[in-house]
Every structure is written in C-alpha cells, then in structure tokens.
C-alpha cells in the first residue's frame, strides 16, 4: 500500500507558476514511474506527466515546454513545476504512483484566472 499526499496547489493569474508536489508514504521510485494527472470540470481525467523509474519523462503535448516533472528519490517526492499557465490549465491534479495497481493521491485544485 502506497499513500499519496499533493500540496502546492492554489489560485494563480495566467503567466504565473506553481509548483505542486507529491509525498510518498516509503520508498517507490526506484520501482515505479510516478505520473500527474488532471481533472478539469467536465472532463475526463487525462495524463500531464510522467517520469519512469529511471528519470525519463514524458509529457502531454497541451504542456510541453511548460510544465516540468521531477523527482526526489531521498524525500520520496515528485514534484510538477507549471510555468506559463493558463486558464485552460485549470483543474484537479493528481498524483499517481504506477505500481499496479495505480495509487492515487486525494488532488489538489490549481485555478488560473486573472
């Protein structure tokens, strides 16, 4: 069993950054990738961000280039660095550990808005 905690999240302006991070209950990322989802009114819950076991990274087209995941493998926490963030960026992100089974976090709302 795996418990997730996010933290970070908040109301920023558009162009603004947040960084949101994800605390994990032991040590798992030497076994598993850790991802970011969101979930924004309406929508269906979609993939931001992952980074494998290893340290690669992959990210969903909407954020590339602004968006940035990375890790701390001695304070078992990964962390998700938004810059340049827009409206459209508003939403419910989680965080997930890829075990199986996937682990979910409780979420933690960001809301960009001028």
């Known amino acids: 069993q795996v418990q997730l905690v996010e933290s970070g999240g908040g109301l920023v302006q558009p162009g603004g950054s947040l960084r949101l991070s994800c605390a994990a209950s032991r040590s798992i990322f030497s076994v598993y990738a850790m991802g970011w989802y969101r979930q924004a009114p309406g929508k269906q819950r979609e993939l931001v961000a992952l980074i494998t076991s290893g340290g690669a990274t992959s990210y969903a087209q909407s954020v590339k280039g602004r968006f940035t995941i990375s890790s701390d493998n001695a304070k078992n926490t990964v962390y998700l660095q938004m810059n340049s963030l827009k409206p459209e960026d508003t939403a419910v992100y989680y965080c997930?550990?890829?075990?199986?089974?996937?682990?979910w976090g409780q979420g933690t709302q960001v809301t960009v808005s001028s």
């Open positions: 997930t550990a890829e075990a199986p089974p996937r682990y």
